[in-house]
């Protein structure tokens, strides 16, 4: 369950770091995937291992979640804010410190892994209204796509 600036959230009780790439084509189109869980949109991404980068953990993200290979060509935001909780069923309720990059395709196609997301696509941004995307993520899918020149803190 994820929880953006909700009242109603429970407190963190723990800080994981955290790497996602919005990814665009020469088109224009971001490329999301379907979380298996939950059914919502979101960039693909997710915790950085002990013994690697946020970038090599970003690249490996996407490539696991989606099947494309990616160029990252900067950073859209650095996201560490308390107000913004993913709580599991086993009692842990994460904080994210998340670093969100910029990117485009190197190479791949699009594929679900078919556990932790269901569907993958390139998704034009004056669609993304239509689809499910938690408050959290929307606001750096916003951010990113709004100023990409500029890097976003929270």
């Given at each position: 369950?994820?929880?953006?600036?909700?009242?109603?959230?429970?407190?963190?009780?723990?800080?994981?770091?955290?790497?996602?790439?919005?990814?665009?084509?020469?088109?224009?189109?971001?490329?999301?995937?379907?979380?298996?869980?939950?059914?919502?949109?979101?960039?693909?991404?997710?915790?950085?291992?002990?013994?690697e980068s946020?970038?090599?953990?970003?690249?490996?993200?996407?490539?696991?979640?989606?099947?494309?290979?990616?160029?990252?060509?900067?950073v859209s935001?650095?996201?560490?804010?308390?107000?913004?909780?993913?709580?599991?069923?086993?009692?842990?309720?994460?904080?994210?410190?998340?670093?969100?990059?910029?990117?485009?395709?190197?190479?791949?196609?699009?594929?679900?892994?078919?556990?932790?997301?269901?569907?993958?696509?390139?998704?034009?941004?004056?669609?993304?209204?239509?689809?499910?995307?938690?408050?959290?993520?929307?606001?750096?899918?916003?951010?990113?796509?709004?100023?990409?020149?500029?890097?976003?803190?929270?």
């Amino acid at each position: 369950m994820e929880y953006f600036h909700d009242p109603s959230a429970p407190a963190p009780n723990v800080l994981v770091p955290a790497a996602f790439a919005v990814v665009r084509d020469d088109t224009g189109r971001v490329l999301l995937c379907q979380r298996a869980d939950t059914g919502n949109w979101e960039i693909p991404g997710g915790s950085v291992e002990v013994g690697e980068s946020a970038l090599e953990a970003v690249q490996r993200e996407v490539e696991e979640e989606t099947g494309v290979l990616i160029v990252v060509s900067g950073v859209s935001g650095i996201y560490t804010d308390p107000g913004y909780v993913i709580a599991y069923s086993t009692g842990e309720v994460r904080q994210q410190f998340a670093v969100c990059f910029h990117a485009r395709p190197r190479a791949g196609s699009i594929r679900p892994d078919g556990q932790e997301t269901a569907q993958v696509a390139w998704t034009p941004p004056d669609l993304l209204d239509r689809l499910p995307i938690q408050a959290g993520v929307r606001f750096r899918l916003d951010a990113a796509l709004a100023d990409p020149d500029h890097v976003h803190v929270t």
